[in-house]
């Protein structure tokens, strides 16, 4: 396993569309584990593989010590609004208000091809829509409310 040189805000990388997995190898594993070093490396709660330059629908989040890593995640439910500050590693610094939903139902396959549903709220729900986002090429920036000096 590795850390990953993290793509900036100025990476056009950021702002194209990941593909999906067609095929979970020892490659797509391998990469999943070096974005969780990164993602553990930079202080971080999820990490979307187009932050490290690759355009995969791949992404990892670890809230409160329940590690995801998944692969061709989707948002099947969103129930609710909150708005909090969030930031991202992409975006070294930077903080501000959006609105996300309070919770979600997020289907994906996992690291063995199984396919799975992960339910969360608060602070998980928002770094999943955080990260699938990012999937899509779109960055926290694109849905800021108001920019905040806090994280």
Do not use: W
């Not at 056009?12 to 993602?39: E, F, G, Q, S, Y």
Request: overall charge neutral.
């Amino acid at each position: 396993m590795a850390v990953r040189i993290l793509r900036k805000f100025q990476d056009d990388v950021l702002r194209n569309k990941a593909k999906p997995v067609k095929k979970i190898d020892k490659h797509i594993t391998k990469l999943l584990d070096d974005m969780v070093d990164t993602m553990y490396e930079h202080k971080g709660v999820g990490l979307a593989a187009p932050q490290v330059g690759i355009l995969k629908r791949l992404v990892v989040v670890d809230v409160g010590g329940c590690l995801l890593k998944l692969i061709n995640p989707r948002i099947v439910e969103a129930r609710g609004e909150d708005v909090d500050v969030e930031g991202c590693l992409s975006f070294p610094g930077v903080f501000g208000e959006v609105k996300r939903p309070e919770k979600v139902v997020v289907e994906a396959l996992d690291p063995k091809g199984k396919r799975i549903k992960v339910g969360g709220e608060g602070l998980l729900a928002r770094a999943l829509c955080h990260e699938i986002d990012h999937l899509d090429g779109i960055v926290f920036i694109d849905k800021v409310i108001r920019f905040t000096d806090e994280d």
